[in-house]
């Protein structure tokens, strides 16, 4: 479910399913699509956040506990840094599989793509955070109007919806009955907006944010 911290962070939860992996994939993909990420660093954050939200799926952990993803960007650095978090105990550790193996070399390309990674314990909860930065000198500032993925949208904004610009006043998630992640936008005027996380929206800052 996402969660709407800072211009330059997004993140959002995901159930305990294989599912969640593609899932986590789409959002990154409409997030950096809007970041201006080239195509290279596109594809190795993808191969990176599927193999750090596989490995967070893996580990037992307390009964019902999702898998969070965290998004973000620093435009000085130029540097991307995806977390995926997880309530299981351990540590991530690179194994050197051997040749007749299929698994176990998720962190070994996380180590081979990154910058830099890491983990965490986290500083509220049970549980652990593993992160990996990414080289990302394209990475831009936001324009003052662009197509964002609803993900991305915050209160105090403004969305185009139905022919006009609309004040949003609230933000909330929601999961769809086929368990896809959906962001729910209140207005300023007209019905509520309900539109799939990594939906496309024309998005503005609101006359009063600055």
Known sequence: MPEHLASNDV??????????????????????????????????????LSELVTNALRVP???????????ARDVGEGLLRLEVSD?????????EP???ETCGRGLLLVAALAHRWGYEERAAGIGKT?????????????????????VL?????????????????????????????????TL?????LRVHAAESLAVRAGECSG
Do not use: C
Request: charged content about 25%; hydrophobic content about 40%.
């Open 11 to 48: 993140t959002f939860r995901l159930p305990r399913s294989r599912r969640s992996v593609p899932r986590a994939r789409a959002l990154l993909h409409a997030v950096l699509g809007d970041w201006g990420v080239g195509q290279e660093v596109l594809e190795n954050a993808e191969l990176v």
């Open 61 to 71: 952990v307390p009964g019902g506990r999702q898998v969070g993803v965290r998004i």
């Open 87 to 95: 309530a299981g105990g351990g540590r991530p550790e690179v194994r």
């Open 98 to 100: 051997g040749a007749d």
């Open 130 to 150: 593993v992160f990996a930065e990414l080289k990302a000198p394209h990475i831009v500032a936001r324009p003052d109007v662009r197509e964002v993925a609803a």
């Open 153 to 185: 949208v915050r209160a105090g904004q403004q969305v185009r919806a139905w022919g006009a610009w609309r004040t949003v006043r609230g933000v909330r998630s929601e999961q769809y009955a086929s368990g896809g992640p959906a962001v729910v936008l």
């Open 188 to 192: 300023d005027d007209g019905p509520v």
